[in-house]
């Protein structure tokens, strides 16, 4: 006589015996944020540099300046009618100050004006100019 075989209920798989469906491949190319935050401060500066290009600071010596406001130079062509200036020099690293008391500009005989730029109470840049009207 065969005896009847019980059957066992089904045990529970515990969550770590369960089988883990494979995850499908990541699509696409993963952009590092160290490369889209260098992109940025390439872009920022580049606007900066476009805006800020004409700028009396940025000056070399033979070009010209239109005079915008009582402090404000801008770098123009030579060869319009708004150049009132013609950058004969430019001396770094001087203070306000240093710019009347020592002369910067006596070695260019030419000199009719002097513009400084840079932050008060610190070291700038001087461009020894000459009238053009």
């Known amino acids: 006589m065969t005896t009847p075989q019980q059957q066992q209920p089904p045990q529970e798989q515990s969550p ?16 590092p944020r160290l490369v889209i935050s260098l992109v940025v401060l390439v872009v920022l500066g580049g606007v900066g540099w476009y805006l800020s290009r004409d700028d009396a600071l940025n000056a070399k010596v033979g070009d010209c ?9 801008s770098i123009v062509k030579c060869d319009t009618a708004d150049a009132n200036f013609t950058v004969l020099g430019r001396v770094e690293d001087k203070t306000e100050s240093e710019v009347d008391a020592k002369g910067v500009c006596d070695q260019w005989d030419a000199t009719t004006a002097t513009y400084w730029e840079g932050k008060k109470g610190q070291k700038g840049t001087v461009l020894c100019l000459k009238d053009n009207k």
């Open 65 to 73: 300046l239109h005079q915008k406001g009582a402090n404000d130079l």
């Open 16 to 31: 770590l015996q369960q089988p883990v469906a494979p995850q499908p491949a990541k699509k696409g190319f993963k952009v």
